[in-house]
């Protein structure tokens, strides 16, 4: 009796065990697959090159800067980076070197190459990844050889412009100090235009600090208005100088119909300056899925600004914001456009087309629909740069690096759950991404 109870026992000791044996074992299982899953493989090297940009003109910005470059190795120790020799980066071979960057000449062992504008086809190497604005996305005629050499070369390319959070926000640009540099230059070229002040140009201050020393010149009438269409990074942008200026923000009907004993400005979002053809009420969604039944309403701002700061996203078939018609108005009273959007012959009647860097500035008569020379009798001044950051070039970096620290890159080293990498990237394995399937026709020549 006791053997058998012994034995009975024992049993169900040994059945408990195992089958908590076996449970264990399988909660160990699939732990091990969720963190295979979950976690970065630290375990793994990678190599990262900056490259030196070859497009011309050459630009000066850099994707990472030599502090956020110790930033990252420190961050993710099983990731090298190294720094392709430079002579025409904002920051020099020597500052990556004191932060303990390697310079080098060739970066044929990288696996990710970074850079900013595009590549030219000669400089592309076969096999790699790279990621910067290949401005091909929207079938841009100009870089249609590009992405075809880039699906030739087996190259993955990874968008910047493409690169977007599970919610379709955009993650990384240079909108911010678009909106900077062109609000400066709004400044800078009103105060040519009417003698009031000179400003010293933005591309020749070290950084944006020795640039907002040049704010206290800037000597503006009583009461002169600022309109602003836009809401998203380059508005921002925008709005960071006129509120170190103290240009105090009002709202839109003050803006219209009040009078003011200092500078003020409004910002306007398309609702503001859009209207629905048929007398309906219009919503943001409805806009942007139908713009052709909406029509301008921005005469009413045109009335009474003085300035216009142009930070908008313009679509194509949105109607224009102003037209040259509009422009040959009496009431028209518009003096200055900084177009910072720069789309030329397009919403903005009076961007003729885009300006550079060293000559930012010129007139536009609107009796004539012509260009004349900066501050000519009734004339509207322009300021259409198409590359504003670079201007500078310093702070834009540092800026785009934090970014791409903090919203892209652990998602390239790691693991990537919202397949923001994989979403962002137009070509892989010699073939369009499924996103990009829409490019084959165009990029083969069978398309204009």
Not at 417 to 439: K, S
């Amino acid at each position: 009796m006791e053997l058998t109870k012994l034995v009975y026992t024992q049993r169900i000791t040994n059945h408990y065990l195992t089958n908590h044996f076996v449970q264990f074992l399988s909660s160990s299982i699939r732990i091990h697959d969720f963190c295979a899953r979950t976690t970065p493989n630290y375990f793994s090297k990678l190599k990262i090159g900056l490259i030196k940009e070859g497009k011309t003109p050459p630009d000066k910005r850099v994707p990472l800067s030599p502090a956020q470059c110790l930033e990252l190795k420190e961050k993710f120790p099983h990731v090298q980076i190294v720094a392709q020799s430079s002579d025409i980066r904002a920051f020099t071979d020597d500052e990556y070197r004191s932060a303990g960057i390697e310079v080098v000449r060739d970066v044929t062992d990288c696996d990710v190459l970074l850079g900013v504008k595009e590549v030219p086809i000669s400089q592309l190497i076969p096999d790699k990844t790279y990621f910067f604005f290949s401005h091909t996305f929207k079938k841009q005629p100009y870089n249609r050889d590009l992405l075809k050499a880039i699906l030739e070369k087996n190259i993955r390319l990874v968008d910047y412009e493409v690169l977007r959070s599970a919610k379709g926000a955009r993650l990384i640009g240079f909108g911010r100090y678009a909106g900077i540099v062109g609000a400066y230059n709004a400044f800078r070229g009103y105060g040519l235009s009417t003698g009031r002040f000179d400003l010293r140009p933005a591309h020749e201050c070290k950084d944006r600090a020795e640039m907002e020393l040049e704010f206290t010149k800037i000597n503006l009438p009583d009461d002169f208005k600022i309109v602003m269409t836009g809401q998203g990074r380059v508005a921002k942008g925008a709005m960071e100088v006129l509120n170190s200026l103290k240009i105090e923000k009002v709202p839109i009907r003050q803006f219209l119909t009040q009078t003011f004993d200092q500078p003020v400005f409004a910002q306007l979002g398309v609702l503001d300056y859009n209207r629905r053809l048929d007398g309906g009420v219009g919503t943001r969604n409805d806009f942007y899925a139908n713009p052709e039944s909406y029509r301008s309403d921005f005469m009413r701002f045109a009335k009474v600004s003085d300035m216009y700061l142009a930070c908008h996203y313009w679509g194509e078939g949105s109607p224009y914001i102003f037209t040259r018609e509009d422009a040959k108005k009496p009431e028209f009273k518009i003096g200055f456009v900084s177009d910072i959007s720069a789309d030329i012959n397009g919403p903005v009647a009076s961007t003729l087309r885009p300006s550079t860097i060293d000559s930012p500035f010129y007139g536009y008569d609107p009796k004539k629909e012509t260009e004349v020379n900066l501050g000519s009798e009734k004339s509207i001044g322009v300021q259409a740069v198409d590359n504003l950051p670079c201007e500078l070039p310093r702070d834009a970096s540092e800026d785009f690096g934090r970014e791409l620290i903090d919203k892209v890159l652990p998602y390239l080293i790691g693991e990537d759950p919202d397949a923001i990498i994989a979403r962002g990237t137009e070509t892989e394995n010699g073939q369009l991404a499924q996103n990009f399937i829409y490019l084959k026709e165009w990029v083969e020549g069978d398309e204009d």
